[in-house]
């Protein structure tokens, strides 16, 4: 990298650069640091940005989501999705109550 670079325009193209693999993307959801780069995103990234993220949570099966939210770090994931995707909230909570009735044990899970 040229060390003249503005660090905005380093980490546009980091962004781009984890957006741009949906199967990386999966692996940062269920990784232990990762999923903060992630929620960071959620948080303070750019609308398709987030819109992305979302995208990826909601494409996979229901079998896939309901394992997400049994992990802890890809439940974090979806809880900052929720907090902070405001036009996508309802989708995901549907998914998680959807998640949640097909999988009583869901419901005990501590994340």
Do not use: W
């Not at 380093?10 to 903060?36: C, H, P, S, T, W």
């Not at 979806?78 to 995901?92: M, S, T």
């Amino acid at each position: 990298a040229d060390h003249n670079e503005r660090p905005s325009s380093l980490l546009y193209k980091l962004v781009k650069r984890i957006l741009q693999d949906e199967a990386k993307l999966r692996e940062m959801m269920f990784d232990r640091f990762g999923n903060f780069v992630l929620q960071c995103m959620l948080e303070h990234g750019m609308h398709e940005h987030k819109a992305f993220i979302v995208s990826v949570l909601l494409d996979c099966s229901d079998q896939d989501f309901a394992a997400s939210l049994k992990h802890i770090s890809c439940s974090n994931v979806v809880q900052c999705a929720i907090k902070n995707c405001h036009d996508k909230q309802g989708e995901l909570i549907r998914r998680c109550l959807d998640a949640s009735e097909a999988d009583p044990h869901l419901t005990k899970s501590n994340y």
